[in-house]
């Protein structure tokens, strides 16, 4: 894996990620797979689709799992992120003060499809008894269930933009994330968990990186760009 400055744009990222985004990927090597040998046994972030042992009934339950996580995301996309950036690259007190409660809210509103996803996927609720399958119908939720040591997809989307929230926002606009327990047990086993672990860097670097948006200046970032015109994300 290289590494790159996406803002310095160099050519070679150019060339596989047209806006100079990153991750960008790569395939220098043409691969060559045999259907027969496909295989997809790896660990899914999302609930599955069905589980082998699910009886009948529940098959619904299963696919509506998987479609409200889907939902989790699309708010995270939507509204999390874009408005972490709106906060950040807000310059005056009262566009600060907006944008701030904006971010505030769109992670209250993201505890609450949480919340809902809890009660909609209950085993209890929903008849289901087996393990394999108690485990199968929570396991979108990822660590927001305590016991689940896998992490889930919306771990992985919003992870990055709450850990931000305690170094670059705390520092930038003193920003503080809403209290509660279960919320903040939940951050706890996130950021504690070894595979998250390994995608952070240090607070320093995650400062000096962010600080082209705190001050809003202009800059090469196209997701600076598009906040500053109001375009949705690239
Ligand atoms: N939806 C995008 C998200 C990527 C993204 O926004 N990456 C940021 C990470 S820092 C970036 O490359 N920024 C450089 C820029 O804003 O020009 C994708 O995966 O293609």
């Known amino acids: 894996m290289d590494e790159v400055d996406p803002y310095k744009k160099p050519k070679d990222l150019l060339e596989v ?56 995301s699309d708010h995270i996309n939507r509204s999390v992120v874009p408005a972490f950036y709106r906060f950040l690259q807000a310059q005056d007190l009262d566009a ?83 209290p509660g327990t279960k919320f903040n047990k939940w951050l706890d086993r996130l950021f504690q968990h070894p595979y998250f672990r390994r995608t952070c860097s240090t607070d320093d670097l995650y400062l000096d990186s962010y600080e082209r948006y705190a001050f809003n200046r202009p800059n090469t970032s196209q997701v600076a760009n598009a906040i500053n015109s109001g375009r949705g994300l690239p």
């Open 17 to 72: 990620s047209p806006k100079g985004l990153v991750p960008g990927l790569s395939m220098r090597v043409r691969l060559f797979w045999s259907i027969s040998t496909k295989s997809n046994k790896g660990p899914s972030l999302l609930p599955p689709i069905t589980n082998p042992s699910a009886k009948r009934s529940h098959l619904t339950t299963f696919k509506d799992a998987r479609a409200l996580v889907r939902l989790q």
């Open 96 to 178: 600060q003060i907006s944008a701030g409660k904006e971010y505030h809210a769109s992670i209250e509103t993201l505890v609450g499809l949480f919340e809902r996803m809890e009660k909609e996927v209950d085993p209890a609720k929903n008849g289901v008894t087996g393990e394999g399958e108690k485990k199968a119908l929570t396991s979108g939720l990822g660590l927001w269930i305590d016991g689940n040591e896998d992490l889930g997809w919306v771990d992985v989307m919003v992870g990055p933009w709450l850990y931000r929230s305690k170094n670059v926002l705390k520092h930038y606009r003193g920003f503080e994330l809403p």
